[in-house]
């Protein structure tokens, strides 16, 4: 039995150190900044504009036609312009929108959207700022509003984010490290810092987009500065981008990076180059010796070319550096069930010190349980999982282990339903996968 969370996942914990830790050092040429599309969706609708039949300028009037526009006139023209790249004319239409059309807000909003995607940020903050004129209390424009506020002037966006949070819990629970980000960076007076700090909580929430602009704005400000080097190259991956260039670039600027080693052995473990991997992972751990985090990531990387002894080592010294931190003790059960190396001797009682620092710790709990499954304890397993479920009960993989073990077991009904739970509860996991694998050859 596998866990069907991510910590197998090559380079998540790297991801969670970069987006976490930052070194501020200084100096390259500069570089205009572009403005770039969001990827993420807001809570209740896209950040870019919905898949509509795009008008045709040979059938609206000209800008200096006679003809009294009627509100979707100017929306019908003001997109046909955007459909043809034509962003001057576009906004300077919406200059006369915005004074004499009455347009309800959602029509506003989308508006303001398609400027998002054809790069014209100030044009759609002017557009949200108008709706928020009549409708103070929009959650959708106040949250797109402080998104792309963040990527340009951090201490700004916070009005905008708090009140949005106040108006919607769940918004509230998506931007909190936003929110964070932005309080702390009213402390610090460096604005390519403050760019740096707001990028990296966007990119926290997977707004890859806004954090790639943040970054390129903080370059903008500090050319030199290689930890915003580094990680637009992060972003440009996500992106769908090579983003070497920029990580070599952090490297040439400040070879003792530790955001530039670390985003750099990323870089070649999604080459699935980790002999290269390992080069900048050692690096990183020498100027972080105390980090345990790099001692994982070290210990996965060995795993994945064969090395387990040499891998058992770094994970165990992780738990050595921090023996308080539960994540370390959760990787090191993970690793021994993943390559089923002494269950009895290092899964159980990492899992078991994992439970111990953290009870209510749904992922230690099914640790606990996978191993005492292996191990043929049924019944003990059993009682882990549900203690899993009972701290969480949508954490999916440990419906997914209850299947396998009620499979065993022989009672297929019961082990459907937490298969189908599985489904249900996180449909694009690996304990999806597995869920419908089994469901598929159980129940065909």
């Not at 896209?46 to 036609?65: A, F, I, V």
């Not at 936003?178 to 707001?198: H, I, K």
């Not at 959760?330 to 111990?356: D, K, T, Y």
């Amino acid at each position: 039995m596998r866990s069907g969370k991510s910590l197998v996942i090559v380079g998540l914990t790297l991801v969670l150190i970069v987006l976490i830790v930052i070194m501020r050092p200084a100096l390259l040429s500069d570089q205009p900044v572009p403005e770039i599309i969001p990827a993420r969706h807001t809570p209740s609708d896209s950040l870019s504009p919905k898949d509509t039949p795009k008008p045709s300028l040979n059938s609206l009037p000209s800008l200096t036609s006679p003809v009294l526009w009627e509100n979707e006139g100017y929306l019908s023209l003001i997109q046909a312009y955007l459909h043809v790249n034509d962003t001057t004319a576009a906004s300077k239409i919406w200059e006369q929108a915005r004074d004499s059309a009455d347009l309800e807000p959602l029509a506003l909003y989308e508006l303001a959207q398609a400027f998002v995607a054809q790069g014209k940020i100030s044009t759609a903050a002017d557009i949200l700022s108008t709706i928020l004129e009549k409708h103070p209390d929009n959650v959708q424009s106040l949250l797109l509003l402080g998104l792309l506020t963040a990527t340009v002037d951090p201490a700004a966006a916070q009005d905008f984010l708090d009140k949005a949070a106040e108006i919607d819990q769940e918004v509230a629970s998506q931007v909190a490290p936003l929110q964070q980000a932005v309080r702390s960076s009213q402390f610090v007076e460096d604005q390519a810092y403050q760019l740096v700090m707001s990028g990296r909580a966007l990119a926290s929430l997977g707004y890859w987009d806004l954090a790639s602009m943040a970054f390129r704005r903080a370059i903008q400000h500090d050319p030199y500065y290689a930890e915003a080097w580094a990680f637009l190259g992060e972003a440009h991956q996500h992106l769908g981008q090579d983003g070497s260039a920029e990580i070599q670039h952090a490297l040439t600027l400040n070879p003792q990076s530790f955001t530039a080693q670390t985003l750099s052995a990323l870089y070649w473990q999604r080459q699935e180059r980790y002999d290269l991997a390992l080069v900048f992972l050692y690096t990183a751990a020498s100027l972080e010796p105390d980090n345990p985090i790099i001692q994982i990531e070290i210990g996965r990387t060995l795993a994945l070319i064969g090395d387990l002894p040499s891998a058992l080592k770094h994970y165990q010294q992780a738990t050595e550096l921090d023996p308080y931190d539960a994540v370390a003790w959760c990787q090191l059960a993970e690793f021994s069930l993943q390559h089923e190396i002494q269950i009895s001797e290092i899964a159980i009682p990492a899992a078991r010190q994992a439970v111990l620092l953290q009870p209510d710790n749904p992922e230690a709990l099914d640790l606990l349980g996978q191993a005492y499954f292996l191990l043929k304890d049924i019944h003990t397993a059993e009682r882990f999982f549900q203690r899993a479920l009972q701290s969480d009960a949508q954490y999916a993989p440990a419906h997914l282990h209850l299947g396998i073990l009620n499979l065993y077991r022989g009672m297929k009904t019961e082990a459907r339903n937490h298969l189908n739970l599985v489904l249900s509860l996180d449909p694009d996991s690996a304990a999806a996968e597995q869920a419908r694998r089994l469901l598929h050859l159980y129940f065909p």
